[in-house]
Nanobody, 121 residues
Framework: EVQLQASGGGLVQAGGSLRLSCTAS????????IGWFRQAPGKEREGPLC???????YYKDSIEGRFAISSDPAKSTVYLQMDSLKPEDTAVYYC???????????????WGQGTQVTVSS
């Protein structure tokens, strides 16, 4: 059974930082691209914000510079370091795995349960 477990969300003040983690099981970690997505209240799911595949990161233009994605293959875990957080970053953050780096949400086959990030002003 494939599982992606996202964690690390919470409440933070504007300008603060959070690090999210996504631990995968049931897949061969190096065979997949893993990305981070988010869904703000009342909005459609957005993403991928960033994706990592075989250690190579890819970023959505609007995110690069504040967010950084990294991975630890030995732990089958992908991280999302978020700095300089803004209230508009408030959302449920999801990680998902797909067979290739893609800007298309439906190309990601396996999804985690999401972790809430709330940024207060």
């Amino acid at each position: 059974e494939v599982q992606l477990q996202a964690s690390g969300g919470g409440l933070v003040q504007a300008g603060g930082s959070l690090r999210l983690s996504c631990t995968a099981s049931g897949i061969t970690f190096d065979d997949y691209a893993i990305g981070w997505f988010r869904q703000a209240p009342g909005k459609e799911r957005e993403g991928p914000l960033c994706v990592i595949s075989e250690g190579q990161p890819y970023y959505k233009d609007s995110i690069e510079g504040r967010f950084a994605i990294s991975s630890d293959p030995a732990k089958s875990t992908v991280y999302l370091q978020m700095d300089s957080l803004k209230p508009e970053d408030t959302a449920v953050y999801y990680c998902a795995a797909g067979l290739a780096v893609s800007p298309i949400i439906s190309d990601y086959n396996y999804w985690g349960q999401g972790t809430q990030v709330t940024v207060s002003s």
